[in-house]
């Protein structure tokens, strides 16, 4: 099943065992999985897609008990150092701006995630620190994995992402967060982006 007009993969949980009539079994286990899918899918309910339904939802899951706080700490607050340093070290000299697509990218090849023993998880939210840049509109995630590239896009106002996301890396997601692939290397992907940015120059305006 896919419905990119829902928030999240947790949205549309919720909204399977609700329409199954199984309501009653969301106890606060359950709420506090469903919480944290549907925050981090829109960036603590700051993108679009944190609809009047989503905070409907929510509500009901914090009548189970569930601690917000604490599970946001636990997602955002609970990284050892080598991740800070990490961030940091990629936003020095891996991060490029494309002033005149209004767009930026950070590009991760394998050897930065090996140097700093980044594990799948590590790399959240990374994407999103671009789109803090004025004027910025559009930014992408772009790593080697080893066995494939992949890629995170995001965007702020009317540029479709998920478009973006479809037409060049088999992707998809929604309109503002979207992700991808590549069995490109890196540096070819990085240049698939950059020719798809020229594409998409007047959207990005």
């Known amino acids: ?5 829902k928030s999240s993969t947790s949205e549309m949980v919720f ?10 079994k969301i106890n606060r286990d359950i709420s506090a ?13 700051r993108f679009p897609g944190a609809s009047a339904d989503v905070h409907r939802m929510v509500a009901v899951l914090k009548d189970t008990g569930i601690n917000h706080t604490q599970i946001h700490e636990n997602l955002f607050d609970n990284f050892l150092e080598n991740r800070l340093r990490f ?10 701006i494309f002033y005149e697509y209004n ?4 590009a991760i090849p394998w050897k930065d995630l090996v140097r700093y023993e980044i594990k799948t998880g590590d790399t959240e939210g ?5 789109l803090s840049i004025q004027g910025i509109r559009m930014a992408a995630l772009i790593i080697d994995r080893d066995e494939e ?5 995001r965007s702020k106002g009317d540029f479709d992402v998920n478009v973006f996301a479809r037409t060049y890396f088999e992707g998809g997601g929604h309109v503002n967060a979207a992700g991808g692939r590549s069995t490109d290397t890196l540096d070819q992907t990085v240049q698939r982006f950059i020719q798809a940015l020229k594409e998409n120059s007047s959207q990005l305006q």
Do not use: W
Request: glycine share 10%; hydrophobic share 40%; proline share 2%.
């Open 1 to 5: 099943m896919s419905n990119t007009a």
């Open 15 to 24: 909204d399977f065992i609700v329409g199954s009539g199984h309501a009653d």
């Open 33 to 45: 999985c469903l919480y944290a899918g549907v925050m981090t899918d829109t960036g603590s309910f």
């Open 87 to 96: 961030t940091g070290y990629v936003l020095q000299n891996r991060m490029e």
């Open 103 to 106: 767009a930026a990218l950070i």
């Open 126 to 130: 990374l994407v999103n620190y671009p």
């Open 149 to 153: 590239v992949k890629c995170s896009f």
